[in-house]
């Protein structure tokens, strides 16, 4: 497993990142990325504040940050700023004064390995405010479900998981 936190700056934007290599084909770390009503069930840093609103691009979502396992919620509303299907969702936040990004990055690195990078930068008068004191927590939170999500794909549960889904949608194109 390799996990590399960074903290680097990016056109003097304060930048977080950490990436794994996952165990499974781009399409499955994909679809366990998109499908925030399931979050629930591996994420403990994201949460789905609203089930029925779909990631698409241009569509504002809402979702509760908890950057410690054991801290309080902090409500976000991010517009969805890019999505290509099995390569990149990317978000953006805003409060006045700060903005954030956050990027999810899927590659391949054979067919049945992916590379994932999830990546925060920070923007904004407010960031040096902001950034001191949520900094550690924050990393620590992406870092979280960074494993989460890499022991989510790989189980077996979830493969099964999967098939299932197939063989219900196969008998019913029928």
């Not at 403990?44 to 309080?72: M, N």
């Not at 509303?77 to 999505?83: A, H, Y």
């Not at 067919?111 to 008068?125: A, V, W």
Request: hydrophobic residues 35%; positive net charge.
């Amino acid at each position: 497993m390799s996990l590399l936190p960074h903290f680097s700056t990016f056109l003097h934007m304060p930048t977080l990142r950490t990436e794994i290599e996952i165990n499974a084909p781009r399409s499955v770390v994909w679809e366990a990325l998109i499908r925030k009503d399931e979050w629930r069930r591996w994420n403990t840093f994201l949460f789905d504040g609203d089930p029925a609103l779909r990631i698409c691009q241009g569509q504002e979502i809402f979702l509760s940050v908890r950057r410690l396992e054991d801290d309080e919620f902090t409500d976000i509303e991010p517009l969805i700023t890019l999505v290509q299907p099995q390569v990149c969702l990317r978000w953006v936040a805003r409060t006045p004064g700060f903005r954030s990004e956050s990027s999810f990055e899927l590659q391949d690195l054979s067919p049945t390995r992916t590379l994932y990078s999830h990546q925060e930068r920070f923007k904004g008068i407010l960031s040096n405010v902001f950034l001191p004191f949520i900094r550690q927590d924050e990393k620590q939170g992406i870092k979280r479900m960074t494993r989460q999500l890499k022991r989510y794909v790989e189980r077996r549960e979830y493969r099964q998981y999967r098939k299932e889904k197939r063989d219900r949608q196969y008998r019913s194109s029928l």
